[in-house]
């Protein structure tokens, strides 16, 4: 049986770890390294590593650490962070990264989506929706640049282009929960859902297992990722690596899977 | 040596990392002269059928690969899309395949898949190996491993299958014919059950 991933989703900036309050705050939180050493040991279904910096800086991404994540990883890593052209895709895959994730390239420019699912294969392109609710009608939108640049696009629409061009996973960020620890936006979850069928994941809000059961349960298979969660312990924020033990895992798949 | 090929695609350093701490010696191969000592070949691979097939030729290798591995009989493992490419030609490409094993590349039917997320087949599952191949030593039907494909194998002759995996069908998750070996799943990123598979590989 194909199982739901828990997936823990690190922040790279200025070469270093951090961990973001609705894409602001950052409070260094590690070396990338060390994280996925530790990672490595509890076995984790899956890691994102999304460099916050590289497109806001309008810089190359950094190969150098990407090709050191990728060895460093046993589990399959997912690297997004100023990625825009088809080369700058190849070269990551070569890297040893199985999927790479764009997000204000594929805003800009959905042709990149649909060459890059053409080349290198729909499995292993990712688009990243950064998702805000604006406005009077609080509709949810699609942002980019680090929550500080609205593209007046839905996350429905968008989700519906991408899936169309190729992209084999699309990842809903939402701005708004991040951080916050509270759980994840059902609502906004529930319309991507309806809207298209390449596996989800989900990234935002997750404060402990439970929100992840209730992910689990509510959507069967889907990619419950988390940042604030698998970084830090207790209400102080102390930064402690953790991740779910596999009896801790199981039973939280199963139970959240019966309905499925 | 267990040489892998680097035809740039595919986690070629995982793989060295995994067998460094193994205590198993490795060379990874670019060019033909790189192939010399090869008494084993992993052939990795993440990407398209033909993106991967073009790479290949690219790379110079193909030649001494089909003499190694059709003469010579060296143990080769194709890993996703370089178990793919083990086959004659794909749907997901019009390029030919090396044609090692006869079978072809079928795209995953979606209308046979219950679940609301359906295309590529991503994540963890389980494989059921349907015979005691000595690749598949101490894998057990529990064992999990990461998959990230979107077109399965199809072996013409269903004897080549050794463990089949679920999804909306019954399909080949792992194969051989004589001295060559494919995986459709990820090893070097599946924990302890991959690790034990590439074990295997070392010690066939």
Same mark, same amino acid.
């Given at each position: 049986?194909?199982?739901?991933?828990?997936?823990?989703?690190?922040?790279?900036?200025?070469?270093?770890?951090?961990?973001?309050?609705?894409?602001?705050?950052?409070?260094?939180?590690?070396?990338?390294?060390?994280?996925?050493?530790?990672?490595?040991?509890?076995?984790?279904?899956?890691?994102?590593?999304?460099?916050?910096?590289?497109?806001?800086?309008?810089?190359?991404?950094?190969?150098?650490?990407?090709?050191?994540?990728?060895?460093?990883?046993?589990?399959?890593?997912?690297?997004?962070?100023?990625?825009?052209?088809?080369?700058?895709?190849?070269?990551?895959?070569?890297?040893?990264?199985?999927?790479?994730?764009?997000?204000?390239?594929?805003?800009?420019?959905?042709?990149?989506?649909?060459?890059?699912?053409?080349?290198?294969?729909?499995?292993?392109?990712?688009?990243?929706?950064?998702?805000?609710?604006?406005?009077?009608?609080?509709?949810?939108?699609?942002?980019?640049?680090?929550?500080?640049?609205?593209?007046?696009?839905?996350?429905?629409?968008?989700?519906?282009?991408?899936?169309?061009?190729?992209?084999?996973?699309?990842?809903?960020?939402?701005?708004?929960?991040?951080?916050?620890?509270?759980?994840?936006?059902?609502?906004?979850?529930?319309?991507?859902?309806?809207?298209?069928?390449?596996?989800?994941?989900?990234?935002?809000?997750?404060?402990?297992?439970?929100?992840?059961?209730?992910?689990?349960?509510?959507?069967?298979?889907?990619?419950?990722?988390?940042?604030?969660?698998?970084?830090?312990?207790?209400?102080? %924020?102390?930064?402690?690596?953790?991740?779910?033990? %596999?009896?801790?895992?199981?039973?939280?798949?199963?139970?959240?899977?019966?309905?499925? | 040596?267990?040489?892998?090929?680097?035809?740039?695609?595919?986690?070629?350093?995982?793989?060295?990392?995994v067998?460094?701490?193994?205590?198993?010696?490795?060379?990874?191969?670019?060019?033909?002269?790189?192939?010399?000592?090869?008494?084993?070949?992993?052939?990795?691979?993440?990407?398209?059928?033909?993106?991967?097939?073009?790479?290949?030729?690219?790379?110079?290798?193909?030649?001494?690969?089909?003499?190694?591995?059709?003469? $010579?009989?060296?143990?080769?493992i194709?890993i996703?899309?370089?178990?793919?490419?083990?086959?004659?030609?794909?749907?997901?490409?019009?390029?030919?395949?090396?044609? *090692?094993?006869?079978?072809?590349?079928?795209?995953?039917?979606?209308?046979?898949?219950?679940?609301?997320?359906?295309?590529? $087949?991503?994540? *963890?599952?389980?494989i $059921?190996?349907?015979?005691?191949?000595?690749m598949l030593v101490n894998i057990?039907?529990?064992s999990?491993f990461?998959?990230?494909?979107?077109?399965?194998?199809?072996?013409?002759?269903?004897?080549?299958?050794?463990?089949?995996?679920?999804?909306?069908?019954?399909?080949?998750?792992a194969?051989?014919?004589?001295?060559?070996y494919?995986v459709?799943f990820?090893p070097e990123?599946s924990?302890q059950w991959g690790i034990q598979l590439l074990k295997n590989f070392a010690?066939?």
């Open positions: 049986m194909l199982r739901p991933r828990i997936i823990p989703c690190l922040l790279v900036k200025n070469g270093g770890l951090v961990k973001t309050v609705n894409f602001t705050h950052p409070k260094y939180v590690g070396d990338p390294i060390n994280a996925v050493k530790i990672f490595n040991e509890k076995e984790v279904d899956e890691m994102i590593v999304l460099d916050i910096d590289a497109t806001a800086q309008n810089r190359e991404p950094d190969y150098g650490m990407i090709r050191n994540l990728a060895a460093e990883c046993r589990m399959p890593l997912c690297y997004g962070g100023g990625v825009k052209s088809m080369e700058q895709v190849e070269r990551i895959i070569s890297l040893g990264v199985e999927k790479v994730a764009m997000s204000s390239a594929a805003v800009g420019n959905l042709g990149i989506v649909a060459q890059a699912a053409k080349v290198v294969g729909s499995q292993s392109i990712v688009v990243v929706m950064d998702v805000k609710k604006t406005g009077r009608g609080s509709k949810y939108e699609v942002w980019t640049h680090n929550a500080s640049k609205p593209t007046g696009m839905s996350p429905v629409d968008f989700a519906k282009q991408v899936e169309n061009l190729g992209a084999g996973e699309v990842v809903i960020n939402s701005i708004d929960c991040d951080g916050v620890m509270k759980g994840y936006d059902f609502g906004l979850v529930h319309e991507i859902r309806e809207a298209i069928s390449v596996p989800i994941t989900v990234l935002g809000g997750a404060g402990s297992l439970k929100d992840i059961a209730a992910l689990i349960h509510a959507f069967g298979i889907i990619g419950a990722a988390a940042g604030s969660l698998f970084v830090f312990k207790g209400i102080y %924020r102390a930064v402690l690596i953790n991740y779910p033990s %596999r009896a801790e895992k199981d039973a939280l798949v199963i139970h959240g899977h019966q309905n499925h | 040596m267990i040489t892998i090929i680097d035809y740039g695609l595919g986690n070629i350093r995982a793989f060295a990392n067998y460094e701490r193994l205590n198993i010696l490795v060379s990874i191969a670019k060019t033909n002269d790189d192939l010399k000592d090869a008494t084993k070949i992993i052939l990795p691979g993440v990407g398209a059928f033909d993106f991967a097939m073009s790479q290949l030729n690219k790379s110079g290798m193909r030649e001494t690969l089909d003499k190694l591995v059709l003469e $010579h009989q060296l143990p080769v194709g996703c899309i370089g178990m793919q490419i083990l086959a004659k030609s794909s749907d997901e490409g019009v390029s030919p395949g090396l044609g *090692w094993l006869d079978a072809t590349v079928k795209r995953f039917d979606a209308s046979f898949l219950k679940s609301k997320t359906q295309l590529p $087949h991503m994540g *963890w599952n389980t $059921h190996p349907n015979n005691d191949n000595p057990s039907d529990d999990r990461y998959f990230l494909h979107s077109y399965y194998f199809q072996c013409n002759n269903p004897k080549d299958m050794i463990a089949t995996t679920e999804y909306g069908i019954q399909y080949a998750s194969v051989n014919k004589k001295n060559i494919g459709q990820h990123k924990h010690d066939l």
